[in-house]
Every structure is written in structure tokens, then in C-alpha cells.
Nanobody, 122 residues
């Protein structure tokens, strides 16, 4: 499984970005997918997840109402729509996948990781 993130960049407070995660064929049909972030000097944080079978989503409290996870299964792309960005959202963002997870926002449960894309909010 290969995951490649894109869409990061620099944005002002209150702005929006859309992150994309391109995956190899059929990745999203059988894997739980998630977005995570790792601020400089800090641990990984679960941001959002998407269950492949029921479409259920989970969000960290600090992004609820601002971020939305979605996928385009025809294009094998996972998205993270980020609105009303805050300075504290500044981080490297990663997408990740796993065939089975019990805690969707726990990074240690995920097997496949992309290389990350940087988001900077000022």
C-alpha cells in the first residue's frame, strides 16, 4: 500500500486547505483510513478517521466542526477538508491506513503511512 499526501501549505488564521491522500488501487475499500498530525516536538495526534464499510467517521474534539474527512473511491483519494484553521493546527499531517482498528484515532493501530504534508497557519 502506498499513500501520498499533498495539499499542505501556508495559510492565515481562519483560512482553509484541502489535503489529499492518493492511494494504490482498492486501498480504501478494505482499510480504515485516518488523518494524523505531529506538531514539531510532539507526539502523533489522531485527527479524523473513516470506516470503509459503514462510512462512519471519527474526529478529534479539537477539529470537530472545522475538519471533514471524505473519500473519492473512484479516484482512490482520501481528503481532509480543513476550515477555520488556527495557529495550533500547524503541523505535519499524515494519512494512514489499516485493515482493522479498534480505536480509530490511535496512531499505533495503523500499518500504512504516507510521507506527510506540512500545514502552517499564521
Amino acid at each position: 500500500v502506498q499513500l501520498v499526501e499533498s495539499g499542505g501549505g501556508a495559510v492565515e488564521t481562519g483560512g482553509s486547505l484541502r489535503l489529499s491522500c492518493a492511494a494504490s488501487l482498492h486501498t480504501y475499500s478494505g482499510n480504515c483510513m485516518g488523518w494524523f498530525r505531529q506538531p514539531t516536538g510532539k507526539d502523533y495526534e489522531g485527527v479524523a478517521s473513516l470506516d470503509p464499510f459503514h462510512g462512519a467517521t471519527n474526529y478529534a474534539d479539537f477539529v470537530k466542526g472545522r475538519f471533514t474527512i471524505s473519500k473519492d473511491k473512484d479516484k482512490n483519494i482520501l481528503y481532509l477538508h480543513m476550515n477555520n484553521l488556527k495557529v495550533e493546527d500547524t503541523s505535519m499531517y499524515y494519512c494512514a491506513g489499516a485493515p482493522l482498528v479498534h480505536s480509530p484515532l490511535e496512531p499505533y493501530e495503523y500499518n500504512y503511512w504516507g510521507q506527510g504534508t506540512q500545514v502552517t497557519v499564521s
